[in-house]
């Protein structure tokens, strides 16, 4: 893994600043002028650009084209690309006319014999992505590389503790003899040949990469239903991605510039939140168990262009390049350059700033009212979301300046499955899941036949107000108050059975000590 220096990654960013000031530093600019062809002719509509900046124009009818912006004297790279072509270009020292520029059609046709390419560094693999992509130690570290080994998602599966332990209770033991669909999404590489019998103490060598890195840029489309928008409900992951990899001989990737020619061709889906839908909404016997895809579409995130890779995907403004320099890479907007990181359900920092919680407190005589406020503002989908293990419980605390417990007089408490907060005045947000043979709730073990017995997770936007009134002695002068929202990310019972070595995860508290006779306003967004 190539480490990259600080010192290295500045230098990187001085030079895309030099190159983006450079235009505006110049005392005249010229033109470029020139034509858009493939083997038949011209190609209208073409995307002409200053290779690795935002100075582009389309080609005309005829394919013709006329590029501004340039410094004179001063040579440039010039791409032109369309979809369904590879992206091509020619070194111009500008002004200069009589450019010609042609296109060739990419491979269209999906290969089935395909061999997918390892992501990791290997000798006899020259465009593995280890050799030359910065986003591949990010990707080392995502949950997707490692989404056909983990202990966790195995150990329910197997039925299992993380050691391997068998225990029972696991999709194998309710399905002997079968691999049920969980591939399709955790093992793609292996599922794309067999989605109903890949089994995962049966794979090899590169399907053991999860979600590969050449799995997810060798997909073409999202088949998805006319009627909902949504990904048809039986068809899970691998079964509603339409793949487009290339005959044997040829490397195609697809990837989000339009300006690298060389096995690369833009590909706009990969900005969409469709891209992600077919691992991220299904239902299980008509019960929809995954939905974040359904509730992103339902809120006002896609209206105000926010999409799933907006927060998922966010760029980190440094380095300036996605392919290191010493192997081609271009300096670029580092603004334009998506992490592979992908944060979700286990980043601290992405849930810290997912829902915000308002706190206001009133000493009234003889009992302390507190009210809190909890809005999701951060999140385009429900909060928490996807797999109904997960669970965000709000605990109130109040005591005496002796730390005894004031008694609760009125308010929710959290239910019985909360785990030690069982029992607490606060609230646990969740998808309950009820066994429809057995009547259990909550369960996770929803590849067999189970409904939504409730569900209250906090939506887009959604705000949730509770209130909790606390007894107080006439001996008692202060108190005490703690709020505090925690993300548990399995039902506690599954986590010491299963061996899950996990802790929960503060994403807000707050505290402060009231006296007698006395009030609280509401409270700002407390400070961690």
């Known amino acids: 893994m190539k480490e990259l220096s600080r010192f290295t990654i500045r230098l990187a960013v001085l030079s895309w600043i030099v190159l983006v000031a450079r235009p505006s530093l110049a005392q005249s600019t010229t033109t470029v002028q020139g034509t858009v062809l493939d083997a038949t002719g011209p190609v209208a509509g073409a995307i002409v650009r200053q290779r690795t900046t935002t100075n582009f124009v389309l080609s005309d009818q005829n394919g013709n084209f006329v590029l501004t912006g340039l410094l004179e004297g001063q040579a440039v790279m010039i791409t032109a690309w369309k979809e369904t072509y590879w992206p091509a270009g020619a070194t111009v020292t500008p002004p200069q006319t009589g450019v010609t520029i042609t296109l060739t059609l990419h491979p269209s046709e999906d290969n089935p014999d395909y061999q997918w390419i390892t992501s990791y560094a290997d000798p006899n693999e020259p465009v593995a992505c280890e050799h030359c992509m910065v986003a591949f130690p990010q990707w080392r570290l995502d949950a997707h590389s490692g989404s056909a080994v983990n202990r966790r998602f195995l150990s329910m599966y197997n039925g299992a503790d993380v050691a391997g332990a068998r225990l029972g209770g696991g999709y194998v033991d309710d399905f002997p003899g079968t691999s049920g669909s969980c591939a399709n999404c955790h093992a793609p590489g292996a599922a794309v040949h067999h989605p109903f019998s890949t089994y995962f103490d049966q794979l090899a060598l590169v399907e053991k990469e999860g979600v590969l890195c050449d799995f997810c840029h060798k997909i073409a489309d999202v088949y998805m239903e006319r009627a909902t928008g949504l990904p048809y409900s039986n068809m899970p992951g691998i079964q509603s991605f339409k793949l487009n990899r290339p005959p044997a001989g040829t490397h195609m990737f697809y990837g989000t510039f339009d300006d690298v020619p060389r096995r690369v061709a833009r590909l706009?889906?990969?900005?969409?939140?469709?891209?992600?839908?077919?691992?991220?909404?299904?239902?299980?016997?008509?019960?929809p168990v995954y939905e974040s895809f359904r509730e992103w579409r339902e809120s006002s995130y896609p209206q105000r262009g926010i999409e799933c890779q907006g927060c998922h995907m966010k760029t980190l403004g440094a380095p300036p390049y996605f392919v290191f320099p010493e192997q081609g890479g271009q300096i670029r907007d580092p603004r334009l350059i998506?992490?592979?990181?992908?944060?979700?359900?286990?980043?601290?920092?992405?849930?810290?700033n997912t829902v915000d919680m308002r706190v206001a407190t009133e000493w009234n005589m003889s009992e302390i009212l507190v009210r809190v406020t909890l809005t999701n503002t951060g999140a385009g989908h429900h909060v928490p979301t996807d797999f109904p293990g997960r669970q965000m419980l709000l605990v109130i605390t109040a005591r005496d300046a002796a730390g005894q417990a004031l008694t609760l007089t009125d308010g929710p408490t959290i239910p019985e499955w909360g785990g030690a907060q069982a029992g607490q005045a606060g609230k646990a947000f969740a998808k309950v899941l009820r066994d429809v043979v057995t009547g259990q709730k909550p369960v996770v073990t929803y590849w067999k036949q189970a409904l939504i017995d409730s569900d209250n997770r906090l939506p887009a936007e959604a705000v949730d107000v509770s209130e909790y009134r606390f007894a107080v002695p006439p001996s008692t002068t202060s108190s005490e108050i703690q709020a505090q929202l925690l993300f548990?990310?399995?039902?506690?019972?599954?986590?010491?059975?299963?061996?899950?070595?996990?802790?929960?995860?503060?994403?807000?508290?707050?505290?402060?000590?009231?006296?007698?006779?006395?009030?609280?306003?509401?409270?700002s967004r407390p400070s961690r």
């Open 268 to 287: 706009d889906l990969e900005k969409k939140s469709q891209f992600c839908a077919p691992c991220h909404q299904f239902s299980f016997w008509g019960t």
């Open 338 to 352: 998506s992490s592979h990181l992908m944060p979700g359900a286990v980043d601290v920092e992405l849930l810290r």
């Open 488 to 523: 548990r990310r399995v039902f506690d019972d599954v986590r010491v059975e299963r061996g899950w070595d996990i802790a929960d995860i503060v994403m807000e508290e707050w505290s402060s000590v009231l006296h007698s006779r006395r009030s609280r306003p509401p409270m």
